[in-house]
């Protein structure tokens, strides 16, 4: 993320437009990762997490609203990279429980991401007396978290079959 900022709150807002077209990235990726999912219950983790992303926008705008700065993203390059690489796994595997096992790693590595960018914006919001909008993005935080440890679950059964089908 390039970055002309002059205070912590010039800074915030940057971080904020470079999440918001991260996650309005992941608003058209999902629903290609759940369409490209074999296991049920890793299809319906990211059609929930879809719900979960629009509302992830909804506070952002709202968060943008509290700051009195326009509703507005800027390219997140990291996002990019990540979205791709899911792609990656649906093009170069047919559906298999080791295409779901990349699509998984795929996705946790978008929900780190954005565990770090909550966090970060959410510290800084705290620093700046913006504790409204920390708690917003805290919210928010938390609900990645959670993702991730779902992620985690619903790998510990697409790993198993993976491996009952390599050795197969």
Do not use: W
């Not at 959410?122 to 993005?137: M, P, Q």
């Amino acid at each position: 993320m390039a970055n002309n900022s002059n205070s912590l709150r010039d800074l915030l807002i940057e971080e904020l437009k470079d999440v918001y077209h991260a996650e309005n990235q992941l608003l058209k990726a999902l629903p290609k990762m759940a369409k490209a999912a074999q296991s049920e219950p890793l299809k319906a983790g990211f059609l929930a997490h879809l719900k979960q992303t629009q509302t992830h926008v909804q506070r952002l705008e709202q968060v943008f609203k509290l700051l009195d700065e326009p509703v507005k993203g800027k390219l997140c390059h990291a996002m990019k990279g990540l979205v791709e690489e899911g792609a990656e796994a649906i093009a170069d595997n047919d559906a298999s429980p080791m295409r779901d096992a990349q699509l998984i790693g795929a996705a946790q590595r978008v929900e780190h991401y954005e565990i770090a960018a909550y966090g970060t914006m959410r510290t800084f919001a705290k620093d700046l007396g913006e504790d409204k909008v920390a708690s917003i993005l805290q919210t928010t935080l938390n609900e990645e978290g959670d993702t991730d440890k779902l992620l985690t679950k619903i790998a510990s059964v697409v790993n198993r079959a993976a491996l009952k089908e390599e050795a197969a």
